[in-house]
């Protein structure tokens, strides 16, 4: 799997937009980008994944440059419950059996009144 | 109502003991995880079951045994507890060994 590389805090003014980076240079043509994240105390959170496109849902976008080299998770309008640790995890999306995650250091975003 | 449940959420117990903790899922998925996070945050796999088969089992001690009586259920038994298992446990559930996993919300394991 392809390491990922995430600066490991950032700051965030509430109401503001949240670009969360990450780096996955040694990413793979078949391996998928995907972000989790864990507020306190909390269980991991599915928030959005992708292969080449950008994607969007109700919860964040995610931006992927066009050599796949790295991503970007926006959060659109960041609100304190948004303070966590985001996960950027690069997998091979097997429909077989080893469909697991493994979980890096992560960022910690935390986001200011 | 709760995707996936576990109990107890706090657990502490001595060193010796066995233990084990419980995790329901209502969602309908086939497949069910296992997670520790240690005190650095750490999340790691433990094991995956599909339709009540062991699928992945990561370099576990074998005091740790996951069994899984039907689709919806996994429990984990870990018999002589030591103080490195003091962690907190996630059980999680996916559709078809699927991208989104769904979490529970942990049990947090002590042992003194």
């Known amino acids: 799997d392809a390491k990922t590389t995430q600066p490991p805090s950032m700051d965030c003014a509430e109401g503001r937009a949240a670009n969360l980076p990450c780096n996955h240079s040694?990413?793979?043509?078949?391996?998928?980008v995907y972000w989790y994240r864990q507020i306190h105390s909390q269980g991991p959170q599915y928030i959005i994944h992708?292969?080449?496109n950008n994607e969007t849902n109700e919860m964040a976008s995610l931006i992927i440059t066009e050599d796949r080299k790295s991503s970007t998770l926006i959060l659109p309008h960041a609100t304190l419950r948004d303070t966590a640790v985001y996960y950027c995890?690069?997998?091979?999306?097997?429909?077989?059996?080893?469909?697991?995650?493994?979980f890096g250091t992560g960022t910690l975003l935390a986001v200011q009144p | 109502d709760t995707a996936v449940s576990q109990t107890p959420k706090y657990l502490v117990t001595q060193m010796g003991n066995d233990k084990s903790i419980k995790c329901e899922q209502n969602?309908?998925?086939?497949?069910m995880y296992w997670y520790k996070q240690d005190s650095k945050k750490f999340l790691k796999i433990m094991f995956s079951?599909?339709?009540?088969?062991?699928?992945i089992n990561e370099t576990v001690p074998n005091r740790f045994s996951p069994k899984s009586p039907d689709k919806a259920h996994l429990n984990l038994h870990i018999n002589s507890l030591e103080l490195g298992d003091s962690a907190v446990y996630f059980c999680?559930?996916?559709?078809?060994?699927?991208?989104?996993?769904?979490f529970g919300p942990g049990t947090r394991l002590t042992v003194t």
């Open positions: 992708g292969l080449k």
């Open positions: 969602l309908g998925h086939d497949t």
């Open positions: 999680a559930s996916s559709q078809d060994m699927g991208i989104q996993q769904y």
């Open positions: 040694t990413i793979s043509g078949n391996e998928y």
């Open positions: 995890i690069v997998r091979v999306y097997r429909g077989g059996a080893t469909n697991k995650l493994i």
């Open positions: 079951y599909n339709n009540k088969e062991l699928i």
